[in-house]
């Protein structure tokens, strides 16, 4: 059975930071694409950033020079490291993970995506 954990979120002024992770039991993070997808009220849910089997990663471009993601084989673990936060990044924050090879366009597809963590809520304040 395959569980994504997601911790670290919270509430912080604008021009924070905070760090998400996502503990992963049941599945090996990296084997195939992992990712972070936000999604705010009254919104779709969006790729946020992505990481493949070779360590690859992207972003959007909303979040390019601001947010980093990393992965941890040694604990089986994803982060988000969010820095210079703004109030429009405020959305409940999802981490998850593909059983299954990507073309690298789709990596903002949550379709693509098979396991999903239950969210951790990051709201920045102004």
């Known amino acids: 059975q395959v569980q994504l954990v997601e911790s670290g979120g919270g509430s912080v002024q604008s021009g924070g930071s905070l760090r998400l992770a996502c503990a992963a039991s049941?599945?090996?993070?990296?084997?195939?694409?992992m990712g972070w997808f936000r999604q705010a009220p009254g919104k779709g849910r969006e790729g946020v950033a992505s990481?493949?089997?070779?360590?690859?990663?992207t972003y959007a471009d909303f979040v390019k020079g601001r947010f980093t993601i990393s992965h941890d084989s040694s604990k089986n673990t994803m982060y988000l490291q969010m820095s210079s936060l703004k109030p429009e990044d405020t959305a409940m924050y999802y981490c998850?993970?593909?059983?299954?090879?990507?073309?690298?366009?789709?990596?903002?597809?949550?379709?693509?995506?098979?396991?999903w963590g239950q969210g951790t809520q990051v709201a920045v304040s102004s």
């Open positions: 049941g599945y090996t993070l990296g084997s195939h694409y």
């Open positions: 998850a993970a593909s059983d299954h090879v990507l073309l690298g366009a789709n990596w903002g597809n949550q379709y693509e995506y098979n396991y």
């Open positions: 990481l493949d089997l070779y360590s690859w990663s």
